[in-house]
């Protein structure tokens, strides 16, 4: 009788430990199946990116937006676009409402360097970095700036004319928004090589904020006050389509040789056209794809090397337009 209930006891304490180990043993699965399912998420979660235009109400920041679209699409990413329309307030209130989202990243595109600094703030103070295109934020922090040397830019232009004009002439200037550091740039960049030609004289530099209606009216006031005028710099080419209008209007076509910058679509076709002598490309819709595809790269771990990224500027003409303009 006590062998039997020996070996009852042994049998007992065996299944016991039995028990114990398949517990274990599923647990382990269970917590392996957890950690399977928790890594897949992570490498599967859609990211979410917010886009804050300063316009879609001009070609450049359209090829822009849709760069960033192109972008989006390739890698899979959501997109919520606002357009702030040319207003600072605006765009601010824009960042707010994006910022309600649950945003991994978000894309600034500034309507006014010093002005967007509250809303780069804010987005810092809730934990979602920033990356600035085009033109730059004066303050708060973010990833990384990706734009154009505007500086260089300016020069560019300011070279073409003195080799266009021979080093002399009556020259004008169309400047964009003054508030933002693009304009303030291509403006020094410009009149840093003007400055160093004395046989160029000023007889008009005044601002048309990247708008080409109000260009053409501003062109069309330079042109009647200044009987001759030899050549034109705008600082984009929305611009230099407005002042390209004035100048047909008034019949002085072959009298100017005008510049604009951006490489924007009727700008080029006015170049193929034979309407317009020259543009400074700064492809806009590489510069929103860049954007976009260094957002994800930031996102996925990749180390930031660089705090701003220069793209590379180059003039167009009649002669070299088809070989640098492409959107492949």
Do not use: W
Not at 194 to 202: I, L, N, Q, R
Not at 209 to 236: C, K, T, W
Request: glycine share 8%; charged share 25%.
């Amino acid at each position: 009788m006590k062998k039997v209930k020996k070996m009852l006891a042994l049998m007992l304490a065996a299944m016991l430990v039995l028990s114990i180990v398949g517990c274990s043993q599923d647990e382990k699965k269970d917590s392996e199946n957890e950690s399977s399912t928790s890594e897949k998420t992570a490498e599967d979660k859609v990211l979410h990116i917010g886009l804050s235009m300063n316009t879609l109400n001009n070609p450049f920041f359209v090829d822009v937006s849709e760069g960033v679209k192109k972008g989006a699409e390739e890698k899979g990413v959501e997109l919520s676009i606002t357009d702030a329309q040319n207003d600072p307030s605006k765009q601010q209130t824009d960042v707010e409402n994006l910022l309600q989202k649950d945003l991994d990243l978000i894309i600034i595109d500034p309507s006014d360097s010093d002005a967007i600094i509250a809303a780069v703030e804010a987005a810092n103070k809730k934990g979602v970095p920033v990356i600035t295109i085009d033109r730059a934020s004066n303050g708060g922090e973010v990833v990384v700036h990706i734009g154009f040397d505007a500086i260089y830019s300016g020069t560019i232009a300011g070279s073409y004319l003195v080799d266009a004009l021979g080093g002399e002439g009556k020259i004008v200037e169309i400047m964009g928004i003054m508030g933002t550091n693009v304009a303030q740039d291509r403006s020094a960049g410009f009149n840093s090589i003007v400055s160093e030609t004395p046989g160029f004289e000023v007889v008009a530099a005044q601002s048309a904020n990247f708008d080409r209606a109000e260009a053409m009216s501003v062109m069309e006031n330079i042109l009647q006050a200044n009987p001759e005028i030899d050549g034109v710099y705008a600082a984009n080419d929305e611009m230099a389509m407005g002042a390209l209008e004035a100048i047909e209007g008034a019949g002085r076509l072959d009298e100017i040789v005008l510049i604009g910058c951006d490489a924007i679509d009727p700008a080029l076709e006015a170049l193929r056209a034979g309407r317009l002598e020259a543009t400074i490309a700064e492809p806009p819709f590489f510069l929103g794809k860049n954007a976009l595809l260094y957002a994800v790269d930031y996102l996925n771990g990749k180390e930031v090397e660089e705090k701003n990224i220069i793209m590379d500027s180059k003039l167009v003409t009649p002669e070299n337009v088809d070989e640098l303009i492409t959107k492949e």
